[in-house]
């Protein structure tokens, strides 16, 4: 018998035949039943019932103390919402501002309002305004029906108009107006 011909300078490869390890012997069990490992092999959790809770509750949010919803804004919270638009209308070259109020009028929010936590609600019911309400209020009322008294006032108009946040209910112009009151959250 004449050895196989091969060219280059490695032999060819031998066939080797697979290796598979030895397997464990388990005995046969029955579908849903759990029978022990043989020998003495530990487990790695504890065998039987258990007095963890099957489902995790979710971790409890923190709870603020709430105000009573009845609290109005003071004026000076009212001046930083005020700021707090006037500063986003700047940097966001006012369409930022514009876009976040038509989302947040919705909630009867300025952007600045939103950030500090004030709510523009019904006077008489304390209900939060919706969107219909807030454009009337905001864009009507104070941009286009306000705007024509303060220019020929030369600004006193809207200078009357905000210090009349200091009236004992802490209502202006523009609030009675509308019949609306800024509240906190």
Same mark, same amino acid.
């Given at each position: 018998?004449?050895?196989?011909?091969?060219q280059?300078?490695?032999?060819?490869?031998?066939?080797?035949?697979?290796?598979?390890?030895?397997?464990?012997?388990?005995?046969?069990?029955?579908?849903?039943?759990?029978?022990?490992?043989?020998?003495?092999a530990?487990?790695?959790?504890?065998?039987?019932?258990?007095?963890?809770?099957?489902?995790?509750?979710?971790?409890?949010?923190?709870?603020?103390?709430?105000?009573?919803?009845?609290?109005?804004?003071? @004026?000076?919270?009212?001046?930083?919402?005020? /700021? *707090? =638009?006037? $500063?986003?209308?700047?940097?966001?070259? &006012?369409?930022?501002?514009?876009?976040?109020?038509?989302?947040?009028?919705c909630n009867?929010?300025?952007?600045?309002?939103?950030?500090?936590?004030?709510?523009?609600?019904?006077?008489?019911?304390?209900?939060?305004?919706?969107?219909?309400?807030?454009?009337?209020?905001?864009f009507?009322?104070?941009?286009?029906?306000?705007?024509?008294?303060n @220019?020929v006032?030369?600004?006193?108009?809207? /200078? *009357? =108009?905000? $210090?009349?946040?200091?009236?004992?209910? &802490?209502?202006?112009?523009?609030?009675?107006?509308?019949?609306?009151?800024?509240?906190?959250?």
């Amino acid at each position: 018998m004449t050895e196989p011909h091969f060219q280059g300078p490695y032999p060819p490869a031998q066939q080797q035949q697979p290796y598979y390890p030895q397997q464990a012997h388990y005995p046969q069990q029955v579908y849903g039943q759990v029978s022990a490992p043989p020998g003495n092999a530990l487990q790695p959790y504890p065998v039987g019932p258990s007095n963890a809770p099957a489902v995790y509750a979710p971790a409890q949010a923190v709870q603020w103390p709430a105000r009573p919803p009845s609290q109005l804004v003071s @004026a000076g919270g009212r001046l930083g919402a005020f /700021l *707090v =638009d006037a $500063l986003l209308i700047v940097v966001t070259f &006012g369409i930022g501002w514009l876009i976040w109020a038509m989302i947040t009028w919705c909630n009867g929010q300025t952007p600045g309002r939103q950030l500090l936590g004030h709510v523009v609600a019904d006077a008489t019911t304390g209900e939060a305004f919706g969107w219909g309400r807030m454009f009337l209020r905001e864009f009507l009322i104070k941009g286009l029906l306000f705007w024509i008294p303060n @220019a020929v006032t030369f600004g006193v108009f809207g /200078l *009357v =108009d905000s $210090l009349m946040v200091f009236r004992s209910d &802490g209502r202006t112009m523009h609030d009675m107006t509308a019949g609306s009151i800024v509240r906190h959250i």
